[in-house]
């Protein structure tokens, strides 16, 4: 059981956007710990996608975007597309964990 | 180019163990922990712990068991995983990543593990 929640899936036409959350307590986000973002393509391994909350690296288009408040953390995609189909994960640390990573439960973005 | 190249996939019986490798190229290895995360199949993604590539002290995460070992070979830019005493429930992709140890930039593509008499 993850202590970061996000919903098992969400859905957009091409061109939309949608937003995935990742709600977490006041012993990871909300404690002011960063949050991380990785993409998992079908049958890949992950990708780094957002760092430190809002970083995009190098070849991350940025149609993905990061925000964080509270204790909650969001990824945004704007100008949903076909290869955006994917499972996506949030990461952060955990003080009850001793400093733990943790991911998030998984969110799958399905493209209409 | 920067990648972390896994050994291949094991069919492993119930009790034995397995050790997997992660050799690195592309860049300077000590200057960067390598994490270690499984995924069960159809579940998400679970962090396991790092490797501290200058040391070779490994943390765990909490809840680990004692079965998993990580450790290194520096000579050749490898590091590795033996889990012991091996169950059905090991049966998982396992993901070597690169990390500072936050910010897994570089994963290896995983080595299949499956657990079954």
């Keep these: ?78 100008g949903l597309q076909a290869e955006d189909e994917a499972d996506y994960y949030c990461q952060s640390y955990d003080s009850t964990l001793k400093g733990d990573f943790v991911f998030g439960t998984g969110t799958k973005v399905t493209v209409l | 180019q920067v990648q972390l190249v896994q050994s291949g996939s094991e069919l492993k019986k119930p009790g034995a163990s397995v050790k997997i490798s992660c050799k690195a190229s592309g860049y300077s290895f000590t200057n960067y922990a390598i994490n270690w995360v499984r995924q069960a199949p159809g579940q998400g993604l679970q962090w396991m712990g790092w490797i501290n590539t200058n040391t070779g002290n490994p943390i765990y995460a909490q809840g680990s068991t004692g079965r998993f070992v990580f450790s290194l070979d520096t000579s050749v830019s490898t590091a590795y995983l033996q889990i012991r005493s091996l169950k059905a429930d090991d049966s998982a992709v396992y993901y070597c990543a690169r990390g500072r140890p936050d910010t897994f930039d570089v994963w290896g593509l995983g080595t299949m593990v499956t657990v079954s008499s």
């Excluded at chain 1, 929640?5 to 909300?30: H, K």
């Excluded at chain 1, 049958?43 to 970083?55: D, Q, R």
């Design chain 1, 1 to 78: 059981q993850s202590v970061l929640t996000q919903p098992p899936s969400v859905s957009g036409a091409l061109g939309q956007r949608v937003t995935i959350s990742c709600t977490g307590s006041r012993s990871n986000i909300g404690a002011g710990y960063d949050v991380w973002w990785y993409q998992q393509l079908p049958g890949t391994a992950p990708k780094l996608l957002i760092s430190f909350n809002t970083n995009r690296p190098s070849g991350v288009p940025d149609r993905f975007s990061g925000s964080k408040s509270g204790t909650s953390a969001s990824l945004a995609i704007t």
